[in-house]
């Protein structure tokens, strides 16, 4: 099976044209929204984070139950918001993406 991997300078790409977007019409900031129903939506598209349906077990690449969100401000770090335990690793697309690394239990 062949394993399609997105670089890291693809998802920095796509950060930094979302961002200059935010910029240039002056809004404070923009939140993507993915759900369990669209697993490679709009939160994946951005930095790869894909969201397990409700019922799954978290895998090295499928974690976060339900939904989640990114929140990419005008200024300052883009940040992952995803339920139940997300882990971030240094091998994620989400680091590699330059998300900040922060993990709380909802």
Not at 14 to 19: M, Q
Not at 63 to 90: D, H, N, Q
Request: aromatic share 6%; with cysteine; proline share 5%.
């Amino acid at each position: 099976m062949a394993s399609h991997t997105i670089p890291e300078s693809e998802y920095r790409a796509r950060l930094e044209a979302v961002k200059a977007i935010v910029q240039e019409q002056d809004y404070a900031g923009l939140i993507a929204i993915s759900g369990y129903v669209e697993r490679d939506g709009n939160v994946c598209y951005l930095c790869g984070h894909k969201n397990a349906f409700p019922y799954s077990t978290r895998t090295e690449s499928v974690s976060g139950l339900g939904y989640s969100a990114l929140l990419v401000p005008k200024e300052g770090e883009t940040t992952l918001i995803a339920p139940l335990g997300t882990v971030l690793t240094p091998s994620s697309a989400s680091e590699k993406a330059g998300l900040e690394q922060t993990s709380r239990r909802i």
